[in-house]
């Protein structure tokens, strides 16, 4: 399997750019990738903006992060439609209690019938504190999924935390690392999962 690559601010795309989301749609065309994973930032959509930082937040700025959380999350559920559309697969990921999973292109998404969601939790993936181990500090990170991906509802449906050990909360640092920001980047185990399912759809090509 080949990847048709990756495009956020660590690739140099920037997709709140006309420019950005110009490149990832040309790339979807003439690549057509099998699988297609979104992940918009959740920052403006999660419980805890909701419950603390939104109350502290300039309101112009409050404004302007929330219109460019939703073109975020807009251009995600395009790039999914397009690839149902073309009868190929997609997932999108978002925190269980993110905000935007009320928004109405959500939920126009989740009417269609190739639709399906699941929740599972991160820990079983590996997700720990920066430095640490699943066994010492795991952090759940309940997550939910919104796939036509057969695949991925077998492989990650299961996956409901089974620790032993209390979860890590994510907030502040921890060995001198930011933990919200450490928890942006998926677990290696994730990524294998993923290309799991993938490589189970192209063997059935």
């Known amino acids: 399997m080949t990847t048709a690559g990756s495009f956020d601010l660590l690739s140099d795309c920037d997709l709140l750019s006309t420019a950005g989301r110009q490149e990832v749609l040309?790339?979807?065309?003439?690549?057509?990738?099998?699988?297609?994973?979104?992940?918009?930032?959740?920052?403006?959509?999660?419980?805890?903006?909701?419950?603390?930082n939104a109350k502290k937040m300039n309101p112009q700025v409050k404004a302007l992060r929330e219109k460019d959380a939703y073109l975020m999350v807009r251009f995600s559920m395009e790039l999914c439609r397009l690839?149902?559309?073309?009868?190929?697969?997609?997932?999108?990921e978002h925190p269980y209690k993110a905000a935007s999973w009320k928004l109405d292109i959500a939920q126009q998404m989740a009417m269609r019938s190739s639709t399906q969601f699941l929740d599972w939790d991160q820990c079983r993936v590996g997700l720990?504190?920066?430095?640490?181990?699943?066994?010492?500090?795991?952090?759940?990170?309940?997550?939910?999924?919104?796939?036509?991906?057969?695949?991925?509802?077998?492989?990650?449906?299961g996956l409901q935390c089974e620790c032993q050990v209390e979860h890590f909360h994510v907030q502040g640092s921890y060995?001198?690392?930011?933990?919200?920001?450490h928890c942006q980047i998926y677990p290696p185990d994730f990524c294998m999962k993923v290309a799991e399912a993938t490589k189970l759809h192209v063997e059935e090509l």
């Open 26 to 52: 040309k790339t979807l065309m003439s690549k057509r990738p099998l699988m297609l994973m979104c992940s918009p930032p959740c920052t403006m959509y999660s419980e805890l903006m909701r419950l603390w």
């Open 83 to 92: 690839q149902d559309d073309a009868g190929r697969f997609y997932c999108y």
């Open 128 to 157: 720990c504190a920066p430095g640490s181990t699943p066994d010492e500090h795991p952090i759940r990170k309940r997550t939910k999924f919104m796939t036509n991906s057969h695949h991925i509802q077998s492989i990650f449906q």
């Open 175 to 181: 060995n001198g690392v930011s933990v919200s920001k």
